[in-house]
């Protein structure tokens, strides 16, 4: 999935500063105090007890995160709380100074649509890959596939039965009498080992299967992963999305106060309004992404009708790999490379097959009869019982199997070529992974170390600049807005990250909802038990 940064305008706050860092010039000896500029929603020293209007709680939004990932390397922004009147906001009708009877809208609140989200058991991601397991039906299918496949062979090796009937020759009716008439046993006897050469073609046929079965968990859990972590980050970014929401609804009052002093115009409040806006939209949307993503993890682990949960994992804790050796263990001992391996397997097993083909089988008949003509030396008396035998054999004259062992050598040759095609093809997706992988994390690492801290360090500043009475709010205000930019990057280049580990973990196999492969065709005709040891 490709990372979407986030992109927030600011030119409405730089105004801001511009009238706030005015007002505190022109009127030194009335300007407030430290404890009357305090904003809600922000915490900071010598402030009273922070109340935030309208934005809900974060730690009922994601009860199940771990603290913002460890409160993302140390550098926890103070979450706003709710207000025990979320709704005060909704009442206040926007208009601009210059002219009060132009109303610009209502502050109308923004959708909370994980409000029942809390009271739910935070779920990690060993228990939906135990839900996959149990639940998944390409899993289940899977080991269907290799069943079949072991009753073919089974099936296809047991020897032909007998068959029993009448005969009659030369029969007369009335007065004359005379004929022959009996009964025979006719069975065929296999002749050069090609039973246990059929058998063979299927016993190698069913380890292709087992290998699909490995094949198909890893697809199955690798999406799993991929999904969850989707949520995660999805998760993480509602959260942060709800502060940069407060501090957006915080700038509007903000502006509107400083109208009120004859320090913003209607383009500031207008503009400053469309940022808020925005932010509504924006933490609407992200809260629709977390829906989504997790319904897709639900449907992967087989239980689509999952009630939307909180989530419990640690998105910073991203593995650590040797990216060179992933790859070319990709190659060497992906599932889908022993999968074709074993194909050149079956295919010999055919070619071995189709040679012994062409030796004929045995058939033998024995029967008794009563043979109602008369004899010479005694006109009244029948000829009586008598018994009779035959065995054949076919000449492989013509017919000698030919075009299907050629056909086999061929299935041959393509299975090794087959084999080459899905190691360049593996390797040629591996790399630009691992590449992936080391991007992410190289650029995960200075957002954590170097973005983050400089931009909290600016944020304090700012912070006790405006304490000291040297610095307008509103450029506090832009500081935590770069800061929570920061920390949305990072967030999406540590899903970046787990996303190309995860890839490369999971030999880059996909489709957890997609039907297993099968090696074997789906006829269940194979040697009928009339059809006298005939094969598929």
Request: charged share 20%.
């Amino acid at each position: 999935m490709p990372r979407q940064r986030m992109s927030i305008p600011i030119s409405a706050l730089a105004i801001v500063i511009a009238f706030g860092t005015t007002a505190l010039a022109q009127n030194p000896g009335s300007s407030p105090s430290p404890q009357s500029n305090c904003m809600e929603g922000m915490v900071m020293p010598g402030c009273s007890q922070p109340t935030m209007k309208q934005q809900p709680d974060s730690k009922q939004i994601m009860p199940g995160v771990q603290q913002e990932q460890h409160e993302m390397g140390n550098m926890q922004m103070t979450v706003p709380q709710q207000s025990q009147s979320p709704d005060t906001h909704d009442a206040m009708t926007l208009q601009e100074p210059e002219e009060p009877e132009h109303k610009t809208g209502f502050n109308l609140p923004a959708p909370e649509l994980l409000k029942d989200v809390a009271s739910r058991p935070a779920m990690s991601l060993a228990n939906f890959l135990e839900l996959a397991d149990a639940n998944n039906p390409t899993l289940k299918e899977a080991t269907a596939l290799v069943r079949r496949s072991q009753e073919k062979a089974r099936q296809v090796g047991l020897y032909p039965n007998p068959s029993i009937g009448y005969q009659g020759e030369q029969i007369r009716g009335g007065s004359y009498g005379g004929g022959e008439q009996g009964g025979f046993v006719q069975q065929t006897i296999v002749l050069g080992g090609k039973l246990g050469l059929r058998r063979n073609i299927h016993e190698q046929e069913m380890r292709s299967e087992q290998v699909g079965v490995e094949e198909q968990t890893y697809r199955v859990h690798g999406d799993v992963q991929q999904a969850f972590y989707d949520a995660l980050a999805a998760l993480t970014t509602v959260h942060l999305r709800q502060q940069l929401l407060g501090l957006a609804l915080d700038a509007v009052e903000t502006v509107h106060q400083l109208a009120n002093v004859g320090q913003a115009d209607a383009p500031d409040i207008l503009q400053t309004e469309v940022e808020a806006e925005q932010a509504k939209v924006d933490y609407s949307t992200a809260q629709r992404h977390y829906l989504e993503t997790f319904h897709v993890l639900a449907t992967l682990a087989g239980k689509g009708d999952l009630p939307i949960s909180p989530l419990e994992g640690d998105l910073e804790k991203t593995p650590e790999l040797n990216t060179e050796q992933m790859v070319e263990s990709v190659v060497a001992e992906s599932p889908t490379i022993k999968r074709t391996r074993q194909e050149i397997v079956v295919a010999e097993a055919r070619l071995k097959d189709a040679k012994r083909e062409s030796i004929p089988d045995l058939q033998l008949r024995a029967g008794e009869q009563y043979n109602g003509e008369q004899v010479s030396e005694n006109p009244f008396k029948p000829a009586g019982a008598q018994s009779f035998a035959s065995a054949s054999i076919n000449l492989p004259l013509w017919n000698r199997n030919q075009g299907n062992v050629q056909a086999a050598r061929a299935e041959i040759e393509r299975a090794e070529q087959d084999l080459a095609r899905e190691q360049l093809s593996l390797r040629q997706q591996a790399v630009p992974l691992a590449q992936s992988y080391e991007s992410a994390k190289f650029e995960a690492d200075r957002y954590k170390t170097q973005l983050i801290p400089r931009a909290t360090r600016a944020y304090e500043l700012y912070l006790k600049k405006y304490q000291s009475m040297a610095q307008a709010y509103p450029q506090v205000l832009v500081s935590q807005r770069t800061l929570f930019q920061l920390r949305v990057s990072y967030v999406m280049a540590l899903h970046e990250e787990w996303h190309n580990a995860i890839a490369l973990q999971n030999y880059m196999l996909s489709g957890g909802l997609h039907a297993p492969v099968s090696s074997d065709t789906p006829s269940t005709t194979i040697n009928l038990p009339n059809a006298g040891g005939a094969q598929e």
